[in-house]
């Protein structure tokens, strides 16, 4: 059950009075309790508001007076300016940054500091690296495009477009043009010239090691890795899958209206469709799943056995120890979820996209529709039914013994850990507003709403 003790909040209201910070408090009682950092909610700007990966932060952008806009961290009001991009926080959530433009320049700003004055930046492509420590953009400065990382200028090009960072923090790979030709820029170094590169790629494998990406050059598409070319194809997937170990590569392909999966080089059985998001690889790296259409039917394609065929499937997912794979499927008009090849219960519909297996791997959940209600399946058996349960929020705790989730039962949403509810009605999580988030093995932090206040929540689980 939930200690009550243990529940502890920082509550942000409206107020008409001048900002203020205060710390968290605990409670033994279900009134609301806290101090407030004041700002007022009604001018937030709807889809702006940010949770940090870790849910112990806030950001939104803010409407002020004299049609000034302003970001809003942790209820602490920034500077005003002309226009601004949503902000996003760094993987360990302790830095935020955004774009950010007064009068006809535009600024990055990270941790409330100011970067260099620029023409244009191109702010849904800030970029912080996997350990939080560089930062990387496109920005312009007359017709001129470049990459600013760590602060220092890059070449200038054309047009910018996708940043990505190695694993390791070490290295930056974006795609660049120079009149009608795009290459791909590494560590500085410009690679071949393409008539395109594909949305989505480049792509880093695991160690750091290698880069991959799709180019296209006339009428044909190549994947290239670490600068080598492949065989030329008529259409290739979006889809480039290294193995965690970072030995194996695997791709979909096209040659006339046949697809099939390349791996390590080598042209897999052609069927009629292969599945976006497909392939991918277990996490000892052993094996290979993907979903394939032949005909009429779907099915499961592991290490090149064909599984059942069904009339359609979803996204497969594999184990942690990668002993087991599940996924939706749908035959004669029921959904049910195939776990190693056995049938679960039939349902109108499987919400979840794919199941989630908990970290130890011995066990399953998602989210089905009966008539209009959603309910979550966990190990077989059925929780209660709701209206609505948010997707993306379905989680099991690190040690796998607790699963926690975020429902909605006509007007009140709600918290449901290990099949309990948070019932009451003043503190109700609102999904959008970060995900759940376990602290540790029993204690689950998430974003709740009362009218025009915001509430971090922190439940300690017995």
Known sequence: MFNKAMLMFVCFCIAVSGLAYGQEKTRSTTALEGTAVRFDVSSMVEQSFRASPDNRRTAFINKTGGNKWTVTVDGREGKRYDDLGAPIFSPDSRRFAYGA????????????????????????????????????????????????????????????????????????????????????????????????????????????????????????????????????????????????????????????????????????????????????????????????????????????????????????VFSQDSQQFAYAAQKDGMWFVVHNAREGRPYEDIVSASPVFSPDSKRLAYIVQRGKKQLVVVDGKEEREYDNIVEESLVFSPDSKHIAYMAQQAKNRLIVINGKERKESDITPQPGMGKVVFDSPDTVRYIAVKGNYIFQVVEKIE
Not at 125 to 140: E, G, H, N
Not at 216 to 243: H, P, Q, W
Not at 305 to 310: I, L, N, P, V
Request: glycine share 10%; net charge positive.
């Open 101 to 316: 433009r007064s009068g006809d320049k535009w600024v990055v700003v990270v941790n409330g500091i100011e970067g260099k004055q620029y023409d244009l930046i191109a702010v849904n492509l800030i970029t912080f690296s996997p350990d939080s420590v560089r930062i990387a953009y496109p920005a312009r400065s007359g017709d001129r495009w470049f990459v600013v990382i760590d602060e220092k200028e890059g070449k200038q090009y054309d047009d910018i477009g996708t940043l990505v960072f190695s694993p390791d923090s070490r290295r930056l790979a974006y795609n660049a043009r120079i009149g009608n030709n795009w290459h791909v820029v590494v560590d500085g170094k410009e690679g071949k010239h393409y008539d395109a590169i594909m949305s989505g790629t480049p792509v880093f494998s695991p160690d750091s090691k290698h880069i991959a990406y799709n180019a296209f050059t006339g009428n044909k598409v190549v994947m290239v890795l670490d600068e080598k070319e492949g065989n030329r194809y008529d259409g290739i997937g979006t889809t480039i899958a290294f193995s965690p170990d970072s030995k194996r590569i695997a791709f979909n392909a096209r040659l006339g209206n046949r697809w099939f999966v390349v791996l390590d080089g080598k042209e897999e059985k052609a069927y009629d469709n292969i599945m976006r998001g497909t392939p991918l690889f277990s996490p000892d790296s052993k094996k290979l799943i993907y979903s394939a259409k032949s005909g009429p039917r779907r099915f499961i394609v592991v290490n090149g056995a064909e599984e059942k065929h069904y009339d359609f499937i979803g996204k497969p």
